[in-house]
């Protein structure tokens, strides 16, 4: 869900501007998972522009107070939500933990890094929703500590129906700056991509898995 559409675009806008989002139907990248894709999205590069992290801190911060109210406890999946929600803890003035994917395997063997109390309620912040699992990973580790997961809030989402699946049946709700939908709407604005791009963009959405480019 997006809450405020100028705030989808102008998201949409800073993360092309900076290149942390890049489109290329012609020439796709290869993810991890074998999918070729048109879209690249690395959001840690915001980090490296003060007024776009400023930007991102803020209107996270605007939306985790309006949806949930001030948490106790502000939650970042690592390793690319760490730095944000560090941000947004500060941006509120709420302690800061983050959930690492597994717990680690010497030491206190914590999955959970910070200070977490029973009962207390945290959202949670992600930089990037694909499908969703590794976020809802976070989620479960939170509430096996203690923890009441508010919901959870992210810089933006590819929409995936496979990720809103997910959330729903985890009964976790799911805030983002943009999604895929606005970026494209951005991008052929702003005459980032064309109206053939377009066409080529969209279909990817609909079936990442099976998806081809054109020249393949």
Not at 28 to 48: M, V
């Amino acid at each position: 869900m997006i809450l405020n559409k100028d705030t989808a675009k102008k998201t949409a806008e800073l993360l092309l501007q900076v290149k942390a989002i890049k489109l290329n139907p012609n020439e796709p990248f290869q993810w991890a998972s074998g999918w070729k894709s048109p879209i690249y999205c690395d959001n840690r590069i915001t980090l490296s522009y003060p007024p776009v992290r400023v930007f991102l801190k803020e209107e996270i911060a605007k939306i985790v107070e309006l949806q949930y109210g001030k948490p106790d406890v502000i939650a970042g999946v690592a390793t690319g939500a760490i730095a944000i929600g560090i941000l947004v803890a500060q941006e509120l003035g709420v302690p800061f933990v983050y959930v690492r994917p597994e717990p680690k395997e010497h030491g206190r063997k914590n999955q959970i890094e910070g200070h977490l109390e029973s009962g207390q309620n945290v959202v949670v912040i992600e930089d990037l929703i694909s499908t969703g699992n590794s976020s809802l990973n976070a989620v479960d580790a939170i509430k096996e500590a203690g923890g009441v997961v508010k919901g959870m809030v992210a810089i933006f989402s590819y929409g995936f129906e496979i990720a809103e699946n997910n959330f729903k049946n985890k009964n976790i709700s799911l805030t983002t700056l943009s999604n895929y939908e606005r970026l494209l709407e951005q991008a052929l604005d702003s005459n980032y991509i064309s109206e053939s791009e377009l066409v080529t963009l969209s279909e990817w959405r609909r079936n990442p898995s099976e998806w081809t480019p054109l020249n393949a």
